[in-house]
Each structure stands twice: as structure tokens, then as C-alpha cells.
């Protein structure tokens, strides 16, 4: 079956300190791959996104997700947390053969302690 | 910069009402898609469609309905609420132009959040 698995439900970091956001994935082929950020009371806000080429891929805010195959995992991280970084992070995956429709992950959830 | 509408932000009603929740968005997307989010959980897709008069069920069993007359305008009613459609409703749209791999990116609205009393 196809799933999104975002193993940390909550994380919490100082402000300054270094995050990585996990995402697996089981998908038959090699999917697009999305992170997108929520904040309260907001919708969804594309951090960036891989669909091929360099598995390090950069993003908005000072973001940057890698892509490993072999582990079938696309993790977010940052070097240097902003107490506006804390929100709701998730990631979503997108299937050539899906028609389009993105599957997310349950997220998970950031906060940033002084 | 994506620009796209939702409409109430927010809505408390009682039950056995008839609701509609605007969705619009003037980039001239074809793709259109309504997701429901219930905290802590990943966002379920409830309804979609791929152009004027084109509408598709999604994964989760919902029983609102949706409607696609005008391009830029994707409503969702329930005609019945129910205390179990508590729940806050995202609006998306994607974007069929260019290279095949960006109609992936969608774009979302800033969300309704229902409560059905």
C-alpha cells in the first residue's frame, strides 16, 4: 500500500539549534516530494519540493531537504532554528500514476523553546 | 505569488443546516481539490476536479458536494450538517502548465474551520 510516514509526531529544539524533519515513504516508483509548512490558523505553504536531479534540494526560509532512494526518505532540515519556524511541517508525495493527487503525512509538529 | 480564497474563515452552526464553503482562485488553475484535517492527523483528500464540469470523489467518503461552473470558483456544500463534520476544510489549486512535474505543486487556501453544534 501506498503511505507517507512522518515518525515524529512532536519535536521540540532551542532556538539556534540544528533540525531534521523525517519522511519515508513506500511508493512503487519514485514519487514528487513536497514539504509544505502550516501555521496556525493558515493553510499550506510549499517549503520546496524534488521531482528530479540533485537530491539536495533548497527551499524557502533556509530549508533544504535531501532525497535518498535507497532509504525511500526525504528529510527537512535547517542549520539554525527561528522561534517563527515553530509549526505544523508536512510531507506529501505526489505519484506519476495518481492523477495528480498529492498523499500527505500526518505531520509533525515544531516548537522552538528561547 | 499563489492566490487563493476561502470563504468564511470561520463557521459555527448548528445541526441539519445547509452550509457552503467558497473556494476561489485567480490564477486560472484547472486543478481544484478540497481536503479535510482533523488535528494531528494528515490531510485527506474529499474532492476533486480537473476543469469546468469535471468533478471527482476523492480518498475519504464525504457526503458534501462540490461544483465546478466557473474555473476559478470550486464550492463545497453540505446540505445537512452534522456534529461530525467538525472539521477544517483546505482549498487547493495546481497548476497544468509548463513541464507535466509541476502541475504537482499545489497551492492552498487559507482554510474554513467548521463546527457543527
Known amino acids: 500500500a501506498q503511505s507517507v510516514t512522518q515518525p515524529d509526531i512532536h519535536i521540540t529544539v532551542s532556538e539556534g539549534a540544528s533540525l531534521e524533519l523525517r519522511c519515508n515513504y513506500s511508493?512503487?516508483?519514485?514519487?514528487?516530494l513536497f514539504w509544505y509548512v502550516q501555521s496556525p490558523g493558515q493553510g499550506l505553504q510549499l517549503l520546496l519540493k524534488y521531482f528530479s536531479g540533485d537530491t539536495l534540494v533548497q527551499g524557502i526560509k533556509g530549508f533544504e531537504a535531501e532525497f535518498k532512494r535507497s532509504q525511500s526518505s526525504f528529510n527537512l532540515r535547517k542549520p539554525s532554528v527561528h522561534w517563527s519556524d515553530a509549526a505544523e511541517y508536512f510531507c506529501?508525495?505526489?505519484?506519476?500514476?495518481?492523477?495528480?493527487?498529492?498523499?500527505f503525512g500526518k505531520g509533525t509538529s515544531l516548537l522552538v523553546t528561547p | 505569488e499563489a492566490d487563493i480564497y476561502q470563504t468564511p474563515r470561520y463557521l459555527v452552526i448548528g445541526t441539519g443546516k445547509k452550509i457552503t464553503l467558497e473556494c476561489s482562485q485567480t490564477m486560472g488553475h484547472d486543478k481544484m481539490y478540497w481536503y479535510q484535517q482533523d488535528p494531528g492527523m494528515e490531510l485527506h483528500l474529499i474532492h476533486y476536479s480537473y476543469g469546468v464540469n469535471s468533478t471527482e470523489k476523492g480518498d475519504l467518503s464525504s457526503e458534501s458536494t462540490v461544483s465546478r461552473i466557473r474555473t476559478e470558483h470550486f464550492p463545497l456544500t453540505l446540505e445537512s450538517a452534522r456534529p461530525s463534520h467538525t472539521s477544517q476544510y483546505l482549498c487547493?489549486?495546481?497548476?497544468?502548465?509548463?513541464?507535466?512535474?509541476?502541475?504537482?505543486?499545489?497551492?492552498f487556501g487559507p482554510g474554513t474551520r467548521l463546527t457543527v453544534t
Open positions: 511508493y512503487g516508483a519514485t514519487p514528487y
Open positions: 487547493a489549486s495546481s497548476d497544468p502548465l509548463g513541464a507535466r512535474s509541476s502541475s504537482y505543486e499545489q497551492y
Open positions: 506529501a508525495v505526489g505519484p506519476p500514476d495518481s492523477g495528480y493527487a498529492l498523499n
